[in-house]
């Protein structure tokens, strides 16, 4: 059932059969109609009501449901809504309209290294990336070593993040939101960033958390062999519309002929 105003509903415990639930869901964005250079030109634009938006449509009426313990893909081009979607279930954004529905604690990898301070060091990012995630400066006193360790950035522990590599921020991002077990994990082009060598750590302890754990995983990933290889069920948003929903293999393939 649709409703005439949003709504994201958490519950903190794994409870009942799903994870996640999106119910009838569609997000608008409001965007200006043309370019505004400075606060100044934006206030006076709005006092003379000369200030107009339009509305652009990221996700239209989209509703499916996952399991726990299982791993979901979402698949579809850049502009798509995927990562609108993410953003949703980790409770960023609230919907338009439509129910957004969480059971269990989630750890979100979307936009890797958000919320880092460029000129701290390593050291001091890891503490207040941490706070931000929620966890309590003891409890990351505690994991600490195991942050730096799967980081392996020892050696530059102490430099500004400012002479980080992408690939390097990563590595830290990374380590520090895997470093609980979380319910749900949602994962976004997590794996597209780092070298080689890396890609593989991050995707071994991700299937550590599936079948050791029996995390659900929302994974996200412009590779559809990624997607084919870890996910059991997927889902396929072109413009904001479903397109398919079912299991991953057969997703995926209508996906890769769709662009043949």
């Not at 009501?49 to 399991?67: C, G, H, M, P």
Request: with cysteine.
């Amino acid at each position: 059932m649709k409703t005439p105003t949003g709504k994201y509903l958490f519950n903190p415990e794994p409870t009942g059969e799903y994870a996640v639930r999106v119910s009838d869901v569609t997000m608008m964005f409001n965007m200006a109609g043309e370019q505004l250079n400075s606060l100044k030109e934006f206030f006076l634009k709005a006092v003379k009501r000369e200030l107009f938006f339009k509305e652009f449509l990221a996700l239209n009426d989209v509703s499916f449901t996952i399991r726990h313990g299982d791993v979901f893909g979402l698949v579809g081009t850049n502009g798509s809504g995927k990562s609108t979607m993410l953003k949703l279930i980790a409770g960023v954004l609230d919907p338009t309209t439509g129910i957004c529905e969480v059971n269990g604690n989630i750890a979100p990898l979307i936009e890797l290294g958000a919320g880092f301070d460029m000129q701290l060091s390593a050291r001091e990012n890891i503490y207040l990336n941490g706070a931000l995630l929620g966890y309590s400066r003891d409890f990351i006193q505690a994991h600490f070593d195991e942050i730096v360790d799967f980081a392996e950035l020892w050696d530059f522990l102490e430099l500004p993040l400012k002479n980080y590599s992408s690939g390097m921020v990563a590595r830290i991002a990374f380590a520090i939101a895997t470093v609980i077990v979380p319910d749900i994990l949602i994962v976004d082009e997590t794996l597209s960033v780092g070298d080689m060598f890396f890609q593989e750590k991050c995707e071994a302890r991700i299937n550590s958390l599936i079948h050791e754990h029996n995390t659900t995983v929302l994974f996200v990933s412009h590779s559809i062999k990624q997607v084919e290889r870890m996910c059991k069920h997927a889902i396929w948003i072109e413009k904001g519309v479903t397109q398919m929903l079912g299991e991953a293999k057969e997703v995926c393939e209508a996906y890769k002929n769709s662009h043949n």
